[in-house]
Nanobody, 122 residues
Framework: QVQLVESGGGLVQPGGSLRLSCAAS????????IGWFRQAPGKEREGISC????????YYADSVKGRFTISRDNAKMTVYLQMNSLKPEDTAVYYC???????????????WGQGTQVTVSS
């Protein structure tokens, strides 16, 4: 059974940093995409970054490019999202998800974590 568990959210001041983790287990096939999404109250879920386990290629949405970095530790089966220079508009519930293809379309992701809250406020 595939499981994704996020951790690392919290309250941080503007300009601060957080590192989110997504621990994956139960995958039976090689080659998938792990994506990070976020959803703020009253807004649609936004795909912000993803990484391929096939070739480590990455993608960033314009809203986070240059501030967020996605990476993975294959041995720990964990994907990280390092978030720097955080802004109040980054406040949202952050989710990691897994897809069998390279995409940032939420409806093409098969597995989702439970989410972790990130609040950027002074």
């Amino acid at each position: 059974q595939v499981q994704l568990v996020e951790s690392g959210g919290g309250l941080v001041q503007p300009g601060g940093s957080l590192r989110l983790s997504c621990a994956a287990s139960g995958f039976t096939s090689d080659g998938y995409t792990i994506g990070w999404f976020r959803q703020a109250p009253g807004k649609e879920r936004e795909g912000i970054s993803c990484i391929s386990t096939r070739d480590d290629s990455t993608y960033y949405a314009d809203s986070v490019k240059g501030r967020f970095t996605i990476s993975r530790d294959n041995a720990k089966m964990t994907v990280y999202l390092q978030m720097n220079s955080l802004k109040p508009e980054d406040t949202a519930v952050y989710y990691c998800a897994a897809a069998s293809i390279g995409t940032m379309l939420p409806y093409l992701y098969d597995y989702w974590g439970q989410g972790t809250q990130v609040t950027v406020s002074s």
